[in-house]
């Protein structure tokens, strides 16, 4: 704990709830069921560990059908109201140099792994510590 419940069908926010410790589970997953099953006409919901303040970086990928792909550079989303973006920010100020060589060849990598063909964005929590997990 922390964890956030979250719906898997879900988007702006929606069905998410942060659960701080064991005794709030079961309420938050069923309210997080039942707000996913109204917006999303999907009930089912994962858990996520839950990174306080943490930025919201997304990188940028170019993948032709030849297994070319390359990453082209970041965004910053973390501005935010309701879990929507507000605005996004490139290059990020809190990304410097090896960490954005580090973020892109994940990036890279996560697209080969599945294939990946056409242009897109790999999206990552960034935590105080730098470290990053992809959402």
Known sequence: YPVMIKASAGGGGRGIRVVYREDQLVKNYEN???????????????????????????IQILADNFGNTVYLG??????????????????SKVVDE??????GKTA????????????????????????????
């Open 98 to 103: 090896n960490l954005r060589k580090s973020m």
């Open 108 to 135: 890279v990598k996560a697209a080969k792994a599945v294939n990946y063909s056409n242009a897109g964005t790999v999206e990552f929590l960034l935590d105080k510590n730098n470290n990053y997990y992809f959402m």
């Open 32 to 58: 997080a069921k039942l707000e996913a099953r109204e917006a999303f006409g999907d009930d089912t919901v994962y858990l996520e560990k839950f990174i306080e303040s943490p930025k919201h970086i997304e």
């Open 74 to 91: 970041e965004r910053d989303c973390s501005m935010q109201r309701r879990n929507q973006k507000v605005l996004e920010e490139a290059p």
